[in-house]
């Protein structure tokens, strides 16, 4: 399969713990993206990297919040003390460096927080 | 601000029937891209079509088309004769600026049940 993919599928965890989600662009996509999905809405924008460096960050993403990549390939999106708030589904994108036609979404990791 | 609206919570066809569904967005920039996304049961966005700013030519794929007016800054899309596999969620989606970066601001999304 050589579409993006996401790590895991479905996270249950108990509030105040952590919790860390990978995600695996396409080979050759240099930008990368994480966007959240509540129930009944349209995905927001969280933050983008090219390469390894991340290159914007919505006021969405709280300070529990901390997104990597550190090589410029898989990504890993951390939230300490998670909340009931965070229960959603956190979708991944990747994107070619030139631009191309659109960002290709993996599955998502649905995230309940009991 | 940008922003994009998705009126129709939900829709419910009969197999066979077209079907529109309405997309209007906001924006102050005058270079954009308008998306449309479907998202089935399963999960993850397809892609479906990308529109830009200075081509409002209208759009035919198979069953599908698009329809983009900047004049009523609206990007409708129509399914004839739809069937029971296009039910999902279908997303508008606005990105400003510069191509290639997809920092997409997405509608509330329309869920269409298609009916045998």
């Known amino acids: 399969d050589t579409g993006v993919s996401q790590d895991p599928r479905h996270k249950i965890t108990k509030r105040g713990q952590n919790v860390t989600f990978r995600c695996d662009p396409i080979?050759?996509?240099?930008?990368l993206y994480w966007y959240r999905q509540t129930l009944g809405q349209g995905p927001e924008f969280l933050t983008y990297f090219q390469n390894e460096a991340q290159l914007e960050k919505s006021r969405l993403l709280s300070d529990r919040f901390s997104a990597e990549r550190p090589k410029g390939s898989f990504s890993t999106l951390e939230i300490q003390r998670t909340e009931q708030g965070d229960s959603a589904m956190y979708l991944c994108?990747?994107?070619?460096?030139?631009?191309?036609?659109?960002?290709?979404f993996g599955q998502g990791t649905r995230l309940t927080v009991v | 601000a940008q922003k994009v609206t998705q009126a129709q919570t939900e829709i419910s066809v009969v197999e066979k029937e077209d079907v529109t569904l309405d997309c209007v967005y906001e924006?102050?920039?005058?270079?954009?891209?308008l998306f449309w996304y479907k998202q089935p049961p399963s999960g993850e966005l397809v892609f479906l079509i990308r529109?830009?700013?200075?081509?409002?030519q209208n759009e035919i794929s198979g069953r599908y088309s698009w329809n983009f007016q900047k004049s009523t800054s609206s990007f409708n899309f129509t399914i004839t004769a739809s069937q029971v596999v296009d039910s999902a969620v279908y997303f508008c989606?606005?990105?400003?600026?510069?191509?290639?970066?997809?920092?997409?601001?997405f509608g509330t999304g329309t869920r269409l049940k298609v009916l045998a």
């Open positions: 924006t102050r920039d005058t270079t954009y891209y």
């Open positions: 080979s050759e996509h240099n930008r």
């Open positions: 529109r830009n700013s200075f081509d409002e």
């Open positions: 989606a606005l990105s400003v600026g510069a191509s290639g970066t997809y920092k997409y601001i």
């Open positions: 994108a990747s994107s070619p460096l030139n631009g191309g036609t659109e960002a290709f």
